[in-house]
């Protein structure tokens, strides 16, 4: 069969060597430029979401992509096209039969000429080749498709220190592609363990990509980030807390509230303490219970205003009675 060639990458608007993310971008756009639902009884809109959604179809999975890249010397636009010898037995399908795409619509001559009656590539083992290649994917003789697990998925959660300590559960929104490249929320309960670290991810089960043909829904991998604390600093599984004393806190010693990701303590500090210096507590750090990191209160000294005559008079009397030298040099 003699049909007229369709060129995929100028109905998206990219060249011949734009990247995956380019191609999607550029399908993305036109998507919400002419989907049907944006632009109601507008045939000629239609007709538009029709062509750029075939060339999607082929052009975001590799293997069509080459296999469409190796037509030759057939790929000026308007000539007429016939499959290379072999083609005709490639078994590529979707689960609805008759030439209709996943989102509802028919598909060219040449799509089918080329991919047989429909899109959804089968990744069966046996490739390109012939009838071994349409049984790997449907029954020999049959235009059934074999049931497919869907694909893996991953997002990022954003989680407190208190959240990774005390783990539980937590309610999170992730935003999937829905038609026409539109986004779309869904609310998932997520169970945190205690003692998470950064990095390390949470698998939800059949949460993500959908199956094919009845197949098991891929999952959904949450890989967790630490959001900033307004009282204290990361350093691998520690934490650092700065403490601010009152000069006369810091040169006598003092008993102070401190709070932890446990609640607060009391911290006995030793007289003669100077900015900078730090006190562990053990065990109040990051990680799971037996194994947390320590927490590290570091000594912030800090001076009050001279604001009146009184007060620089007792600071001046106390530097000639200590004879305290700040400085060696």
């Known amino acids: 069969m003699s049909v007229k060639y369709k060129d995929y990458y100028e109905l998206l608007g990219v060249k011949r060597g734009a990247s995956q993310e380019d191609i999607s971008k550029a399908f993305k756009k036109l998507a919400r430029k002419y989907h049907p639902d944006l632009n109601p009884s507008d045939k000629t809109a239609e007709d538009k979401f029709k062509e750029i959604n075939e060339a999607y179809e082929v ?128 609310t998932l309960n997520v169970n945190i363990p205690a003692g998470i670290k950064e990095g390390q991810r949470i698998r939800l089960s059949g949460q993500g990509g959908p199956g094919m043909a009845g197949g098991p829904a891929g999952d959904l991998y949450l890989r967790v980030k630490l959001a900033p604390h307004p009282l204290y600093k990361v350093e691998e599984g520690n934490i650092v807390l700065d403490l601010p004393l009152a000069p006369w806190e810091a040169a006598m010693g003092a008993t102070v509230n401190v709070p932890t990701l446990d ?21 109040k750090g990051l990680g799971a219970a037996g194994r947390r990191g320590d927490m590290y209160v570091r000594i912030m000294v800090q001076v009050p205003q001279a604001e009146d005559e009184e007060i620089r008079r007792l600071w001046s009397e106390l530097e000639s009675k200590t004879g305290f030298k700040a400085r060696n040099f």
Do not use: H
């Open 59 to 186: 052009l975001k999975d590799p293997e069509k992509r080459k296999m469409y890249d190796s037509l030759g010397p057939n790929w000026q636009q308007g000539q007429d096209f016939q499959p290379p010898p072999g083609f005709e037995n490639m078994n590529f399908g979707f689960q609805s039969g008759g030439g209709r795409g996943g989102a509802g619509f028919d598909f060219s001559d040449f799509f089918e000429s080329v991919f047989g009656g429909g899109g959804g590539f089968s990744q069966a083992r046996g490739g390109f080749g012939g009838a071994g290649a349409g049984q790997g994917f449907y029954g020999a003789g049959s235009r059934t498709a074999r049931p497919r697990r869907g694909q893996d998925a991953e997002a990022e959660i954003e989680l407190s220190l208190e959240e990774v300590i005390r783990g539980g559960s937590k309610a999170v929104t992730v935003t999937e592609q829905g038609p026409g490249g539109m986004p779309v929320p869904r």
């Open 263 to 283: 609640g607060q303590v009391e911290l006995k500090v030793p007289a003669g303490m100077g900015s900078g210096r730090k006190m562990r507590l053990r065990g």
